[in-house]
């Protein structure tokens, strides 16, 4: 088997753990355990913490002391023991740490699995650059299928979901015994804890752009967070209504919020068009107001055949969402900022949206849930409609705040000397 395909079964195991349980454990959580919204998102702001603190480190210890495919089996051994252990779990505080400890395992292993990817391309004298993004579209198929198998298998609201991730934990980390020595360096750029959190990156907030860009990015993070958590709960929820207990809509929820992964993989062939011609303040106001319609589409969609197409408006709108802020960002980063400090504000950009962004969003998401609802009954439509307000108000500031004049001509020119 060549390079390419053993590195495509690594990125598909690696997001179909994450599928097996990130959209669906809040529904476990309430639904089968009986936590409140708070206790949810406190479980979830467990990704957000480590994904402040343990990437870097992770990656000191994969560039100086230990390889990191070894590394890589280590992390998803402790990933499997966590989750298999927190099938056990019933409570909201042991849930918060087993959950914390398997985060502080799982998210070093996304940067893991891509200078892995890297470094066994260009071993194999491959372009890392045009032969990594069809290694990588396997991660998200890994996702979906994750999300479908968990669905139709009626597993949302049971334990089982975690034994899938686990049992996928537990192959990944056999599986990268056999995947190429990746030999660790002896001299690296950035390869302290400073660096590589991006914390030298933060004399950019000296830039009155920059900083108010890596602001906006933190609070779009939060929107990402809230989606995550609450709308498959807030899906299951339409079996309260005895017209809908029976819908396709209760029955696979993850499979209608699988819709927003496959527009991702549409909207981001778009990135490059947009950009060019627009410029990247247009872009993340799109993404805004994308996600405007995200929480506006979810407070009017039900699974009724006029509210079900609205859901779907939602799915598809994410696509738009996400990559327009998440992906246009990181390009937008690597254009604006010095060579010197590239890959530490790639860090800092990570830690504003995934870790205190990622952080931010499930306490306070958590909170407004639990703020608008009465035993036990959430009152979806203003906190979608609240949310939708946020971010309507998000684009509104950002619109004001950033300068920032779009130059086709000078992105064009720097394409041409890269």
């Not at 527009?263 to 303040?281: C, D, N, Q, S, W």
Request: proline share 4%.
């Amino acid at each position: 088997m060549g390079i390419t395909s053993r590195l495509k079964i690594m990125s598909f195991l690696q997001y179909f753990i994450w599928g097996s349980w990130l959209v669906t454990l809040g529904s476990y959580m309430i639904n089968t355990l009986h936590f409140s919204g708070a206790n949810v998102g406190m479980v979830y702001s467990s990704k957000g913490l480590a994904a402040i603190i343990m990437p870097g480190i992770m990656g000191i210890i994969a560039d100086k002391w230990l390889r990191a495919e070894r590394a890589y089996m280590l992390c998803h051994l402790v990933c499997a023991g966590m989750l298999l252990y927190a099938t056990t779990v019933t409570d909201p505080d042991t849930m918060f740490w087993v959950m914390l400890i398997n985060a502080m395992a799982y998210m070093p292993t996304i940067a893991l699995s891509n200078s892995i990817s890297y470094s066994c391309l260009a071993q194999a004298g491959k372009d890392p650059v045009t032969a990594f993004p069809p290694v990588r579209v396997f991660g998200t198929l890994g996702f979906i299928l994750a999300m479908w198998t968990v669905s139709l298998m009626g597993l949302e609201l049971s334990s089982t979901q975690l034994f899938i991730a686990a049992g996928a934990s537990l192959l990944l980390s056999s599986y990268a015994l056999t995947l190429p020595k990746i030999p660790v360096a002896e001299k690296r750029v950035a390869t302290t804890l400073i660096s590589k959190l991006g914390l030298d990156a933060f004399v950019l907030f000296k830039n009155p752009r920059m900083a108010i860009f890596f602001l906006f990015a933190m609070m779009l993070g939060a929107v990402l967070q809230i989606t995550n958590v609450f709308g498959n709960p807030f899906l299951h929820d339409f079996a309260r209504d005895p017209a809908f207990a029976e819908s396709f809509v209760v029955k696979y929820p993850s499979i209608l919020l699988s819709v927003s992964q496959m527009a991702e993989v549409g909207f981001i062939l778009t990135i490059p068009f947009f950009l060019k011609r627009y410029g990247i303040k247009t872009v993340m106001l799109m993404s805004m107001l994308a996600w405007t319609l995200r929480f506006g589409f979810f407070a009017f969609g039900d699974p009724s055949p006029t509210g079900v197409v609205l859901l779907l408006m939602s799915m598809i709108v994410y696509g738009c969402a996400f990559d327009f802020f998440n992906i246009s960002g990181s390009v937008f980063v690597e254009q604006e900022v010095s060579s010197t400090i590239r890959a530490s504000a790639q860090g800092l950009f990570m830690t504003m949206v995934n870790g205190v962004g990622a952080w931010v969003g499930s306490i306070l998401s958590g909170m407004a849930v639990d703020y608008f609802s009465v035993e036990g009954v959430k009152d979806w439509q203003t906190i979608w409609l609240l949310f939708a307000a946020y971010t309507l108000a998000l684009a509104a500031i950002f619109a004001v705040c950033f300068k920032y004049q779009h130059k086709p001509e000078a992105l064009a020119a720097q394409s041409l000397t890269h």
